[in-house]
């Protein structure tokens, strides 16, 4: 089984900043690599969009909604963080992480999604 799991989420005031992980598990050999992590949102009435996603290669591109508040980072090969600063009742959303993966049988290329984390943005 591969696993995603999202933590970090919260309830924080206007201009607060929080912290997002993401970590894939797996049975041991089971992913032959990770092509790319991607922190997705959608906040109430609103569609899903992409707010921020890093490559194997380490290329990183953002959502246009972001607007330059949040870094996408690989802390380790299996965890990747989403450090979001000066957040605003807008960002009120739930994240989700996905992993895009290639599993080592039948060597084929899959995305795994977490259960997502609310953040919550309120005075």
């Known amino acids: 089984q591969v696993h995603v799991v999202e933590s970090g989420g919260g309830l924080v005031q206007p201009g607060g900043s929080l912290r997002l992980s993401c970590t894939v598990s797996?049975?041991?050999?089971?992913?032959?690599?990770?092509?790319?992590v991607n922190w997705y949102r959608q906040g109430p009435g609103k569609e899903r969009e992409l707010v921020a996603g890093?490559?194997?290669?380490?290329?990183i591109n953002y959502g246009d909604s972001v607007e330059e508040r949040c870094t996408i980072s690989r802390d380790n090969q299996k965890t990747v963080a989403l450090q979001m600063t000066d957040l605003a009742p807008e960002d009120t959303a739930r994240y989700y992480c996905?992993?895009?993966?290639?599993?080592?049988?039948?060597?084929?290329?899959?995305?795994?999604w977490g259960q997502g984390t609310q953040v919550t943005v309120s005075s």
């Open positions: 890093i490559t194997s290669s380490g290329v």
């Open positions: 797996a049975p041991s050999g089971r992913i032959r690599g990770i092509n790319v």
């Open positions: 996905v992993f895009d993966v290639t599993l080592s049988y039948p060597g084929s290329r899959r995305s795994f």
